[in-house]
């Protein structure tokens, strides 16, 4: 049986792997640009984040490995470009950022629930399909047995079909629970409530003015910190979480945040290709979540 854990949480203070800050360097500032970006500038732009260079063309390697980018080169210039799969995963996050926090999810009171087994001598599979279910709003609510409140049993299937889990049951209904007991403490809310107080503190000095360098890193790092809630609190629906949740609240401040530091980041990411490539400095391109 799979065992259960407890969902992550959103550790604001530690820094995301360098395959997930260059992914999002590219939801940034170079969404939907057909050209390829030039390696260079993102190096550069790592840097301005605290990854030195080895650091991320091993990450260029890995995310070209799993098909997320594509290697292009003209002499001994070289380039990325996001592949399909990459441009897939880029616009799943795009629709859940312009709905987290932003829309309460409308919920006819059922649950989904997966069963499934998979033994223990077969660990990397369990991580894979934890991971692949938390990202589909899944949590364990005992050993084996994984919820959702939203209708998503076929895509919870689908998913594990792919990682090759065969003995899979699902059902979505009511799901009654003991007096005093809820579904919900299938995630730690208490703890995703302390992650919430940490990054409103984090923004709560609002957009000022940082040199576009400072502003690039700061943006990204809270970008980063903000998708981190995707895995830590899905998006129920409010009339299932505590009394003055401070999702929608958080995104405000965010999206305040992110936005204001906008022009100077797209100025900095604008600096670093025009130094490879002036030409393709104007594809740097502006993204505004409010």
């Known amino acids: 049986m799979s065992d259960t854990r407890q969902a992550p949480t959103v550790s604001i203070g530690r820094k995301r792997s360098p395959a997930h800050q260059i992914l999002t360097l590219f939801g940034d500032y170079w969404w939907g640009v057909d050209a390829p970006m030039p390696t260079g500038a993102l190096l550069a732009a790592m840097a301005d984040l605290g990854v030195k260079s080895p650091a991320t063309r091993a990450s260029l390697t890995r995310l070209t490995d799993r098909d997320l980018l594509i290697l292009s080169k003209s002499g001994r210039r070289t380039s990325h470009a996001l592949t399909d799969r990459g441009a897939s995963v880029l616009a799943d996050e795009a629709q859940w950022l312009r709905r987290f926090g932003r829309e309460d999810p409308a919920w006819d009171g059922l649950w989904s629930a997966v069963l499934f087994s998979i033994p223990e001598r077969e660990r990397p599979l369990r991580h894979a399909a934890r991971t692949r279910l938390r990202w589909l709003g899944y949590a364990p609510l005992y050993d084996g047995v994984w919820i959702s409140p939203f209708d998503s049993v076929d895509a919870a299937v689908d998913a594990l079909g792919r ?128």
């Open 163 to 290: 990682l090759g889990v065969g003995q899979v049951s699902t059902f979505r209904g009511v799901l009654a629970t003991a007096p005093g007991d809820s579904p919900t403490r299938a995630w730690d809310l208490s703890e995703v409530e302390g992650d919430y107080a940490e990054f409103l503190s984090r923004v709560g000095d609002g957009g000022r003015e940082l040199a576009p360098a400072a502003a690039l890193e700061r943006r990204t790092s809270l970008m980063l910190a903000w998708q981190s809630f995707r895995h830590a609190e899905p998006g129920h629906p409010m009339r299932l979480m505590p009394a003055a949740w401070p999702r929608e609240r958080a995104r405000e401040a965010f999206v305040a945040v992110y936005d204001a530091l906008g022009p100077a980041a797209e100025e900095r990411m604008r600096e670093h290709v025009a130094a490879i490539e002036p030409a393709l400095a104007r594809m740097v391109r502006p993204q505004r979540l409010s």
